[in-house]
């Protein structure tokens, strides 16, 4: 009994003191910007999306920001930097829904006073989403990064996960031994080989079968997409007025054309980017942009590692075309753009580039 | 809440310990057995509060059948109020986990579309119906003391084995709830229970979550796995099935420990079996239990014949196959392990009881061992499976022997999944990954084949725990590693776009 007495306080307070002390190194350190911006003269390891983005947007110093899913993982906030003298951030998220970005904006504009423009890619084959879709399960999501709720944070300051990576950024050892920055973090252009090969790679033609039609757009589709837009999109524009947002429709490559085309969905794919449009005209902060006239990125598979994701110089690209206005559509043009879209795509001749 | 949290391993643990015995030391004796049923009711509220209705009805409608039956005894009355009970609960599981998977069956077969319902299965739902089932029918038979609500309610909901089992029969709590002797703060429990849940802990998270990540990625989309990686993914799932419910298990025995209380052992090192009925005897015993009692030995047990016994065999291992999970994987799980068991009786039945040479014996066994483990792991597939043309196929591709390089190369990301932040920092300090190439992943699993293998079962380790230096350093570390590894970031696997 006597021994087992001191077993029982002995293992009480080792355990108290070993599990605080890597704790304390985690908020001290705070890998993730849950409580603070980064420690000045340390290298961050910006990796894991969910777990940083939050933190990101609520604490580091900048006015500008660019966010969206993978499609937007290439983007060089230095270049957006250097054409609209802003600092900028990049907070993108791998398979992110319009929710999952749109509430990652909602917080920035929030907790960011500063805050002058957000550049969003819009996902083209998010559009029938419904407004509450999310990829990943409410498990096995950080929510707890994303209260603030102090009891729950115990997910955080006790995980092993954190711990080492705390312990890497303050030694500056692995992954923590190099500087990362926006313009690196989740950029894989330097990983992937581009072209038409690899293109081929995510997609096998014959595989879809051509329809026989075009499907229409349904009015229950419009609704979904209402609901979506609105409460993802322009209620967030609606409530940071001085917050100018610069969204644009994210670019595939012409085999994704071709594969809508072979579905059956291309004329409604279409119908839907111009419904969404005349939804996003409506509010005076929002400039909307669509690259799908702009054939040296679409149809120059160089450009791409997959069917959809372009690389660091499309998106460099990207960046200047909003600068200059290129692909801006308007209350006045985006009619004519849509039927000069459609005329284009429904007689280009696909064989042509495979 | 789970075990594994940080709330109940810092709050509800350390409250729940206190305010018993307190309560205790002040001979408050049913305070603290309303407080300890209070914390148990919370304890299962936290999952969902709307369970709580659930627990609270059934406990309230099975103390009223157990007090009717007692009422009527041996009366016509007392049978009518029994097969009210066990219909009473079956009818609470059947339609919280049976009624979409009866539905969908329906819409199958009549090309229906009767929309589903999407019932949340309450936690736990399957265990606390079947103690309460055995209680009734033993109460029918004349064999249940007279219990006051207060511990039949704490039998039902005591929160260690509420959600996962064992399942225990009234006999076996009730009397250590009413025992005085057992309400006084004992340290030797004590540090025996911290001992146990933490070997459970450290098989929960160190173990069977590592394997976890690997068997979702493989079974999501099995056309990415090469014949080996099938292997490794397959065998991840023995080990992970049995790691996380056996672990546990632990952590429930030693929980009721700390509160002196002693509750049935579940796993007894099931995979050292040498024969499929001697798994059954050495996995979820309490289960086995159960079916022997409640259905086999009704059925007539062996007592009517071999082809009636076979037939009982089946019958528990389909109904166990359907407990298990309201699919056809489960059912088809419960079916395969119902004929190896009748296959297996049938050969010893024809054998008999031979006096053979020591090294047939030896080398019978040894080959019989791996005759069952294999079955074990390839039933596991359906078990584990969403579907049963998953599981076909998850199948096809551990047999479609593909030995050329593309065959034996193990996907990147399954090697990544096992190399946890601990791990992979020493092996980026250490280099040994260039040494053995994916060490991590041979590592985890002859380790976990050695562990089930060969080690003594945490039970046996408990009971034999003595606290001493070594004892101590060993717990402390085990639990610190542990506890820091409850919540680890989430790899998203399933890249889209």
């Known amino acids: 009994m006597k021994k087992s007495k001191a077993f029982l306080i002995i293992f009480i307070a080792a355990v108290l003191i070993i599990v605080s002390l890597p704790a304390a190194l985690v908020v001290y350190v705070d890998p993730y910007f849950h409580y603070h911006k980064p420690l000045e003269g340390k290298n961050y390891i910006l990796r894991d999306q969910r777990y940083l983005n939050d933190g990101i947007v609520k604490n580091f110093d900048y006015d500008a920001m660019i966010t969206g899913s993978s499609m937007t993982e290439c983007f060089r906030p230095s270049v957006m930097d250097s054409l609209w003298g802003t600092t900028g951030i990049k907070v993108p998220f791998s398979g992110g829904s319009f929710l999952e970005v749109g509430d990652l904006t909602r917080t920035a504009c929030e907790a960011n006073p500063g805050l002058k423009m957000v550049i969003r890619g819009i996902d083209c084959n998010r559009f029938f989403n419904k407004k509450d879709e999310r990829d990943y399960d409410a498990d096995s999501y950080p929510t707890y990064l994303y209260d603030n709720n102090i009891l729950n944070d115990t997910k955080y300051v006790f995980s092993k996960n954190a711990i080492v990576e705390a312990a890497l950024i303050l030694i500056q050892r692995g992954e923590a031994s190099h500087y990362s920055s926006f313009d690196t973090y989740s950029n894989w252009s330097g990983d992937f080989r581009f072209g038409k090969d690899e293109v081929l790679k995510s997609y096998s033609r014959e595989a879809v079968i051509p329809a026989e039609s075009q499907l229409p757009l349904t009015d229950e589709e419009k609704h979904i997409m209402y609901e979506n837009i609105t409460a993802n999109v322009t209620d967030i524009a609606d409530e940071y007025p001085n917050v100018e947002f610069y969204l644009y429709y994210t670019p595939y490559s012409i085999y994704y054309i071709d594969y809508y085309k072979r579905l059956g969905e291309l004329d409604k794919q279409i119908e839907a980017e111009k419904y969404i449009t005349s939804l996003l005209l409506e509010h005076e902060n929002i400039h909307v942009y669509s690259f799908y006239m702009q054939h040296e990125l679409i149809e120059d598979l160089d450009n791409y590692k997959d069917l959809a994701h372009h690389g660091q110089n499309a998106s460099d690209q990207i960046l200047n075309w909003i600068k200059d206005g290129t692909g801006e559509l308007t209350e006045d043009n985006y009619e004519a753009y849509y039927d000069e879209l459609r005329d284009y795509y429904f007689s280009f001749d696909y064989d042509s580039v495979f | ?497």
């Open chain 2, 1 to 497: 809440m789970l075990f594994n949290s940080y709330i109940f391993i810092l709050i509800f643990i350390p409250l729940c310990l206190l305010g018993y015995f307190i309560l205790n030391s002040f001979k408050q004796y049913l305070p603290a057995q309303c407080f300890l049923l209070g914390m148990s009711l919370w304890f299962y509220g936290y999952f969902n509060y709307k369970y709580l209705a659930i627990i609270i009805i059934s406990i309230f409608a099975n103390y009223g059948l157990y007090y009717y039956i007692g009422k009527f005894k041996n009366t016509q009355k007392a049978k009518i109020f029994m097969i009210l009970g066990v219909v009473f609960n079956l009818a609470i599981l059947g339609f919280f986990k049976y009624t979409d998977f009866f539905i969908d069956t329906v819409n199958h077969v009549f090309k229906s579309n009767i929309p589903l319902l999407h019932i949340l299965l309450p936690l736990g739902i399957s265990f606390f119906t079947f103690q309460q089932i055995s209680f009734i029918i033993d109460t029918y038979k004349g064999e249940v003391d007279k219990y006051n609500f207060i511990h039949y309610a704490s039998f039902v909901a005591f929160f260690p084995q509420l959600i996962a089992g064992p399942i225990v029969t009234h006999d076996e709590l009730i009397g250590q709830f009413r025992d005085e002797s057992k309400k006084k703060i004992d340290f030797d429990n004590l540090t025996r229970g911290i001992f146990m849940f933490t070997i459970g802990l450290s098989k929960k998270v160190l173990i069977a979550d590592v394997f976890g990540s690997i068997v979702s990625y493989g079974y999501v989309a099995p056309e990415r796995l090469t014949t080996i990686s099938a292997w490794i993914v397959i065998l991840s799932y023995t080990f992970q099935i049995y790691f996380d419910f056996s672990g546990y298990c632990d952590m429930a025995i030693g929980l009721a420990k700390m509160f002196n209380i002693d509750i049935p052992l579940n796993f007894n090192s099931p995979y050292k079996s040498v024969t499929i009925t001697e798994f059954w005897d050495r996995w979820h015993m309490t289960l086995t239990r159960f079916f022997t009692r409640y259905v086999y030995i009704p059925l007539g047990g062996n007592r009517k014949g071999k082809v009636r016994t076979y037939i009982n065999v089946f019958i528990v291992f389909l109904l166990s196959g359907f407990w298990h999970g309201a699919g056809w994987t489960f059912i088809l799980w419960g079916v395969m392990h119902g004929i190896f068991v009748i296959v297996t009786r049938m050969i010893k039945d024809i054998i008999g009881e031979k006096e053979l040479p020591k090294a047939v014996k030896i080398i019978g066994s040894a080959f019989s061992w791996i005759i069952t483990f294999i079955f074990v792991n390839l039933s596991w597939v359906f078990f584990r499976a969403e579907s049963i043309s998953n599981a076909l196929f998850v199948l096809k591709k551990a047999f479609t022997f593909n030995v050329g390089s593309a065959g034996l190369q193990v996907d990147p990301i399954i090697h990544g999944a096992f190399k946890t932040p601990e791990f992979a920092e020493f092996l980026a300090l250490t280099d040994l990954d260039a040494i053995f190439p994916n060490i991590l992943t041979w590592g985890f699993l002859i380790v976990s084949f050695v562990i089930v293998a060969f080690l003594p079962n945490s039970k046996k380790l408990m009971d034999k725990f003595k606290p001493n230096a070594l004892t101590l350093i060993f717990t402390i570390f085990l639990f610190v590693w542990s506890f820091l590894s409850i919540s680890g970031v989430s790899t998203f696997l399933y890249f889209n776009f």
